[in-house]
Nanobody, 123 residues
Framework: QVQLVESGGGLVQAGGSLRLSCAAS????????VGWFRQAPGKEREFVAA???????TYVDSVKGRFTISRDNAKNTVYLQMNSLKPEDTAVYFC?????????????????WGQGTQVTVSS
């Protein structure tokens, strides 16, 4: 397993932007596929975005065109750029990693998780 630390959350008005970071403890983070998930109060954890080892990505429909996932392997970090934020994006955001070429939308396929960062979007 690899240790993951999220940062970049906060309070923002609707229409604003935030960039979340997921920093890994390993120098071989380039070997990992990484996903972002979120959980709002009273709701189940939801897949948001994922990126493969070679940069392929996928998004949940509700964030397509607004969120962008990217990675900087030299910094062992994956980012989630969130634009045009909506109140319904309010949640705790988690990053997760799996040592695999292929990224997945299934949370159970990831074996390393961060502690989460709170994103609150006010209307």
């Amino acid at each position: 397993q690899v240790q993951l630390v999220e940062s970049g959350g906060g309070l923002v008005q609707a229409g604003g932007s935030l960039r979340l970071s997921c920093a890994a403890s390993t120098r071989t983070f380039s070997d990992y596929a990484v996903g972002w998930f979120r959980q709002a109060p009273g709701k189940e954890r939801e897949f948001v975005a994922a990126i493969s080892r070679i940069g392929g990505n996928t998004y949940v429909d509700s964030v397509k065109g607004r969120f962008t996932i990217s990675r900087d392997n030299a910094k062992n970090t994956v980012y989630l750029q969130m634009n045009s934020l909506k109140p319904e994006d309010t949640a705790v955001y988690f990053c997760a990693a799996r040592r695999s070429v292929i990224h997945t939308t299934e949370g159970r396929q990831y074996n390393s998780w961060g502690q989460g960062t709170q994103v609150t979007v006010s209307s």
